[in-house]
């Protein structure tokens, strides 16, 4: 079983939906956690951190539930520009941090 | 600030090759990473370095050799190539203490023919 895991979609979403994904990982013990934006061949970038009370950033919300190992972001009124892969990322208890394949989202016209 | 630097951006190697992959960062960070990405597998870390001096293996070390030259440079070996090293390599940096942030640069594409 892979440490994190996401679904790896790709979601196809038109401008100004809402989208949600998810992602579980494996060990308890996980530290942090954290959502990375990756466009078309480029770098990794942070988007948010994900805290135990959920959290807020514009139109990005992110959540976590340790209790069933599970974290979320959810993206409002979706942009074109918000079109990338989007990496789920936990900090695992000897501070390395493990990353999910990532989920694509593709927003149309 | 230029960030986190990459070079090469791209190489063909053949199998049996040598080379090295070059990273430096502007940041002041203490904390270096190489990673792999390939796809369907995410980000693996092949080696970091905590410190200047210090360097660890990560979850896919074998084939690689890291030098961590000083605090900005960190390169990552690769001396005898193989097609199963055909990857896309990030390098990244952090603050000490501070694993969450981590910066990367721009990659290198490499194919081992």
């Known amino acids: 079983r892979k440490e994190v895991e996401q679904d790896p979609g790709p979601f196809n979403v038109p401008e100004g939906a809402t989208v949600a994904f998810n992602c579980t990982y494996s060990?308890?013990?996980?530290?942090?956690f954290f959502w990375y934006r990756q466009d078309c061949r480029k770098e990794p970038k942070l988007l948010m951190s994900?805290?135990?009370s959920g959290n807020e950033d514009g139109r990005f919300t992110a959540q976590l539930n340790r209790a069933s190992q599970y974290i979320s972001l959810l993206i409002r009124d979706s942009k074109l520009s918000d079109s990338a892969t989007y990496l789920c990322v936990v900090r695992s208890n000897t501070d390395k941090l493990i990353f999910g394949t990532g989920t694509r989202l593709q927003v149309f016209p | 600030n230029a960030g986190v630097t990459q070079t090469p951006k791209f190489q063909v190697l053949k199998t049996g090759q040598s080379m090295t992959l070059q990273c430096a960062q502007d940041?002041?960070?203490?904390?270096m990473y190489w990673y792999r990405q390939d796809p369907g597998m995410g980000l693996r870390l092949i080696y970091y370095s905590a410190s200047e001096g210090t360097t660890d293996k990560g979850e896919v070390p074998n084939g690689y050799n890291v030098s961590r030259l000083n605090k900005r440079e960190f390169s990552l070996r690769l001396e005898s190539a193989a097609p199963s090293q055909t990857s896309v390599y990030f390098c990244?940096?952090?603050?000490?203490?501070?694993?969450?942030?981590?910066?990367f640069g721009p990659g290198t594409r490499l194919t081992v023919l």
């Open positions: 940041m002041n960070h203490n904390s």
């Open positions: 994900v805290y135990s």
């Open positions: 990244a940096s952090s603050e000490v203490g501070r694993a969450n942030e981590q910066f």
């Open positions: 060990n308890s013990a996980s530290q942090s």
